[in-house]
């Protein structure tokens, strides 16, 4: 069945430690996004990729890093986690555009303490 | 700034209609998307505008005004598994899709 896998479901980090959430779609889509969301706040984009071999910066992207080495992975690092990381994070896939639909992964849960 | 409103919060009743309303100050506008979103669950998409007018899918209806920066989302014959929340989000200018807080829909038997 075609679609977006995130993992883990969720995870409990202690502070300090490098985490990497991994997001992996089979629709050939070119691009691809991660979000966190937080309550009473909108879905933020922390880091893009329009197409394999490119990243780009989000609204919240200090603290992450991804990278895009080919089309169906899109991993997300946090180098050292702090409590503030602590969301629901979702990555996302899209054809192409910005206009294009984006379909969404599951999520994953961390709890950074 | 950029900017989307959606209500926090709303309730209905099984069976009955609800707009839902979206209203944004971006730079630019090059299209509209509502989601849908259950609890615990991923956003999944609902319907997209980008011309002035009503989209009609089935039991769901998404109306925009570009002069107004309005949108809204119309619910009828309400069922149980519609509680969840609505996402309203703007492409804007630079093809940067902007996200409102979600508006959390409770339907009451």
């Known amino acids: 069945i075609a679609g977006i896998t995130q993992a883990p479901t969720s995870q409990i980090l202690a502070a300090g430690r490098r985490m990497t959430l991994r997001c992996t779609q089979d629709?050939?889509?070119?691009?691809m996004y991660w979000y966190r969301q937080d309550l009473g706040l909108g879905l933020r984009l922390i880091h893009y990729s329009n197409t394999a071999g490119t990243t780009g910066k989000g609204e919240v992207p200090d603290g992450y890093s991804v990278s895009r080495a080919n089309t169906d992975d899109f991993p997300l690092t946090l180098a050292s986690a702090v409590p503030s990381q602590t969301s629901v994070y979702f990555c996302?896939?899209?054809?192409?555009?910005?206009?294009?639909?984006?379909?969404f992964g599951p999520g994953t849960r961390l709890t950074v303490l | 700034g950029q900017n989307i409103d959606q209500p926090t919060e709303m309730t209905a009743t099984e069976g009955a209609i609800v707009q839902i309303n979206c209203t944004y100050q971006t730079s630019g506008f090059n299209g509209l998307f509502w989601y849908q979103q259950h609890a615990g669950e991923a956003p999944t998409f609902l319907s997209y505008n980008v011309l002035d007018g009503l989209e009609e899918k089935g039991r769901f209806s998404s109306f925009l005004s570009r002069s107004k920066g309005y949108s809204y989302l119309l619910l009828k014959e309400l069922q149980m598994k519609d509680s969840a929340s609505y996402l309203c989000a703007v492409i804007d200018s630079n093809y940067q899709l902007i996200w409102g807080a979600g508006t959390k829909l409770i339907i009451k038997p």
């Open positions: 629709m050939r889509h070119n691009a």
């Open positions: 996302a896939s899209s054809a192409g555009t910005s206009q294009d639909t984006q379909y």
